[in-house]
C-alpha cells in the first residue's frame, strides 16, 4: 500500500518571465486584466520548461516530505514525455500507470510580469481509463483533469468506497466549465476540498463575499473539510465540526507563483496524514507555499522533511487562528 495516488493532469509549463518595468506590459490592479502591446517583440528575462499538472507537483512535494506517492495520469509519445517521466523519476514518484496515449503531451505557457501569471492551456483530449482495481493507499489526491473527465472522476469515487480511502479534491477549469451538477456528486465525496474563493463561490453557486459564510456554502454540498484559499490574503478552513481558521501567507521573495495552490495541498495533507489539527496543517500548507515561491517554476522550491521542520522549530511560523 502507498500513501498517495494523485490523479490529474500531467504537461509541461512553458513558463516565460518578463521584467517588471517592461514598456509593452501593464497590469490593470482595478479590473486584475494583463495587458500586452500588440505586434511588439518583448523581451524576456527568464524562459524554461518544468513539469506541470497538479497531480503531478503534489506527488512531488508529496514524496520530498516522505511519503509515497503514485500518479495516474496520460502522456504523449513525445519528448514532452520523456522528460515529464524523468522528472517523476528522479523525485521518487512511482510512474508505473503514468499511462502513454498516441497524441501530443499537453501543454501550457504562462506569462509572470510584475508577480502576476497569467497561463494559456491546451489539454489533449485523452480517454482517462485508469485502472485502480489494485489500488490501494490511504488517501487519493483528485486534481483537475482535462476532456473527458467525467468517467474517471466517478471511478475515484468508487474507488474510494470500495477500498475506504480518503479523498481530497482540488478540480480545475475543465471541471467548472461543465457546470455544477457535473462534479458536485464527486465534490461531495471528499474528505478534504481545496478550491480558491472565486472555485468557492462556483461550487456553491453564490456570490457571497463573506469568507465564513462561504465556507458553510462549500461544506452544505457534503463535503468533509473545506480549504479556501485566496491569493495574498492567505487561507481559510472549516473543519468537519464547523469551526473556521484562518491564516496569513508566508512572508518573503516572491520569483512567480507557479504551483503556490499545489504546494499548499500537499504540505496540508502531509499533516493531516502525521496526524496533526486542521490549524496546524494551515500552517504546514502555507510554509510550502511561501516556499515554492521563492524559485521558479513550481518544484524547485518545494520543501523536503528536513526543511519543514526546521521552518516549524522557528520563532516567526505563520499561525492559524479562529474566526
Avoid at 497524441?103 to 502576476?116: C, H, R, Y
Wanted: with cysteine.
Amino acid at each position: 500500500m502507498t500513501d498517495v495516488l494523485t490523479v490529474g493532469n500531467a504537461l509541461i509549463d512553458l513558463l516565460v518571465t518578463v521584467p517588471d518595468d517592461n514598456p509593452y506590459c501593464r497590469v490593470d490592479k482595478a479590473t486584475h486584466e494583463m495587458c500586452v502591446k500588440a505586434g511588439e517583440k518583448i523581451l524576456a528575462e527568464h524562459v524554461g520548461f518544468v513539469l506541470g499538472g497538479g497531480a503531478c507537483r503534489v506527488a512531488i512535494a508529496l514524496a520530498r516530505l516522505g511519503f509515497g506517492t503514485t500518479v495516474f495520469s496520460e502522456v504523449g509519445n513525445d519528448e514532452l514525455a520523456t522528460r515529464i517521466r524523468k522528472t517523476l523519476s528522479m523525485e521518487h514518484v512511482n510512474i508505473s500507470h503514468l499511462s502513454t496515449v498516441e497524441k501530443m503531451t499537453s501543454f501550457t505557457v504562462g506569462l509572470n510580469f510584475q508577480k502576476e501569471r497569467t497561463l494559456f492551456t491546451h489539454h489533449v483530449e485523452s480517454p482517462h481509463a485508469f485502472d485502480f482495481s489494485s489500488a490501494q493507499a490511504r488517501w487519493i489526491y483528485l486534481a483537475s483533469l482535462g476532456d473527458p473527465w467525467e468517467d474517471a472522476y466517478a471511478k475515484v469515487v468508487s474507488c474510494k468506497k470500495q477500498h475506504g480511502t480518503k479523498l481530497a479534491c482540488n478540480p480545475g477549469q475543465s471541471q467548472f466549465v461543465k457546470g455544477r451538477e457535473s462534479y458536485l456528486s464527486t465534490l461531495s465525496q471528499a474528505d478534504v476540498l481545496f478550491v480558491n474563493k472565486q472555485e468557492a463561490q462556483i461550487v456553491s453557486g453564490s456570490k457571497e463575499e463573506d469568507i465564513q459564510t462561504l465556507l458553510a456554502a462549500v461544506k452544505a454540498i457534503g463535503c468533509g473539510v473545506v480549504v479556501i484559499t485566496d491569493g495574498r490574503n492567505g487561507s481559510y478552513a472549516m473543519d468537519t465540526e464547523g469551526k473556521s481558521y484562518s491564516i496569513g501567507i508566508a512572508e518573503g521573495k516572491v520569483v512567480e507563483r507557479t504551483g503556490a495552490g499545489d504546494a499548499y495541498a500537499a504540505g496540508f495533507l502531509a499533516a493531516l496524514m502525521r496526524e496533526r489539527s486542521i490549524p496546524e496543517a494551515m500552517t504546514w500548507g502555507t510554509l510550502n507555499a511561501g516556499a515554492v515561491v521563492t524559485e521558479f517554476g513550481g518544484i524547485s522550491g518545494l520543501l523536503t522533511k528536513e526543511k519543514l521542520d526546521v521552518l516549524l522549530s522557528g520563532s516567526d511560523v505563520p499561525k492559524a487562528r479562529a474566526l
